[in-house]
């Protein structure tokens, strides 16, 4: 017979405390530090990455940086999606998978650490040999990023529900910290990133960057503990009912076609600044921009990416082809995003002179923003024709299921008299 201490019988209950009041639990813990760490990465390096690639080896080439980043941004919507499918409902494989990743995600840090600091006294020239090495660290870090969401973020959801084994659904309260949990990861990442890295140069970034998620990810690996044989259960919320989920289908339509229009707004800010940079720049007293010109294309960029990632995840959530798999909303936007951003380098290998002697500012980017923003508006516009054709066959079917219905009724009654 085992003999629990009193020691160990009083952290037990501890533990219990915490999870029945705040969810928590030892290896969700860990699971939300490696998700931030995640995220401040993300913020800090990966996110900006193009500006690392201009520095060091392509001043000259702003194209090759710009396809770089799209390829990089393409695999990681693409690595999502097979993650997703591949690890299923197994924590164990989700475990394993989010293990894997992690230590690709670090490589490529690690790589470009090496790289910023041999070459920080190294001269321009002699920098260019070394640009094939970027497209493995564009693979590693798309792979890494990949596994963030919704692999890692599952994963964490999973483990906030760990203690409650037999239950598949969550109260209230249980949501709401479920929720501060979860989107707490990508607030305290953007923060740190926001407010830690500030005047620091490329390598003493990629360093801290290291400092946090290498301990962050042992902490995950050998801190917790996972199941690798059972499922991972699903955690519903009570609260919600077909009312709710009405609305939200209402407001989702509304939501994309906002965030399609406002996707013309930025592109049109965008092209509006580069205009107005060129001109400041080729006057011969003035050549200074500043960073808040870029304000209002950030603001109206940040607003509709989260409008239209939130409702094209409710779109595609709602289908009831989608419903077998865990978060199909973000699975089925990743398979969509992906393809866009690789649709992104043809869009650039056409029009490449305009991407030419950017270090000089004799780009001409205000041109392929103009392209991007009426492409936006032709797509806009045939989103518009197939939403207006679904409608009217949905519309048709619905009459026609409804007739059936009443000749259906009408016969039950007649056979009945």
Not at 148 to 161: A, G, Y
Not at 271 to 296: Q, Y
């Amino acid at each position: 017979m085992e003999i629990i201490s009193p020691r160990s019988s009083r952290a037990q209950a501890t533990n219990v405390k915490l999870h029945d009041h705040f969810l928590f639990t030892p290896t969700a813990f860990f699971t939300w530090g490696l998700a931030a760490s995640y995220y401040m990465v993300e913020y800090a390096c990966v996110s900006i990455i193009i500006t690392f690639y201009t520095e060091k080896a392509m001043e000259n080439k702003l194209a090759d940086a710009a396809i770089l980043v799209c390829v990089q941004e393409g695999l990681t919507s693409f690595a999502a999606v097979v993650l997703a499918r591949f690890t299923g409902e197994r924590s164990g494989r989700r475990f394993y998978a989010i293990v894997l990743s992690t230590a690709l995600y670090i490589a490529g840090v690690i790589i470009l650490w090496s790289y910023a600091n041999y070459t920080s006294h190294q001269k321009p020239e002699n920098q260019e040999h070394n640009v094939p090495l970027f497209w493995v660290v564009s693979c590693l870090l798309a792979i890494g990023k990949g596994v963030s969401d919704p692999v890692l973020k599952s994963f964490l959801e999973h483990n906030l529900c760990a203690s409650s084994a037999e239950r598949t659904s969550l109260t209230k309260r249980e949501e709401i910290y479920k929720n501060i949990w979860v989107h707490s990861t990508w607030i305290v990442g953007a923060i740190i990133a926001i407010f830690g890295f500030l005047g620091l140069e490329w390598p003493p970034v990629l360093k801290v960057s290291l400092i946090v998620i290498v301990p962050s990810s042992l902490l995950f690996l050998f801190g917790g503990s996972t199941s690798t044989t059972k499922p991972m259960g699903r955690c519903v919320s009570l609260h919600k009912n077909a009312t709710t989920v009405t609305k939200r289908g209402r407001n989702m339509k509304w939501l994309l076609m906002f965030s399609c229009t406002a996707y013309s707004l930025v592109l049109g800010a965008a092209w509006k600044v580069e205009i107005d940079r060129n001109k400041v720049a080729n006057e011969e007293d003035s050549n200074k921009t500043s960073v808040a010109w870029l304000s209002p294309h950030y603001v109206l960029l940040g607003l509709v990416e989260g409008l239209a990632q939130s409702g094209l995840e409710e779109l595609f959530g709602n289908d009831n082809e989608n419903q077998t798999m865990r978060n199909p909303g973000k699975i089925s936007k990743d398979m969509v995003s992906c393809v866009g951003k690789f649709l992104g380098i043809p869009c650039i290998l056409i029009v490449r002179r305009w991407f030419d002697k950017f270090d000089e500012d004799q780009a001409h980017l205000d041109r392929f923003y103009l392209m991007l923003g009426i492409l936006s508006c032709v797509f806009f516009c045939i989103y518009l024709g197939v939403a207006f054709v679904y409608m009217k066959v949905n519309n048709v079917s619905s009459d026609a299921e409804d007739e059936g219905n009443n000749d259906i009724s009408n016969r039950v009654h007649v056979e009945s008299t």
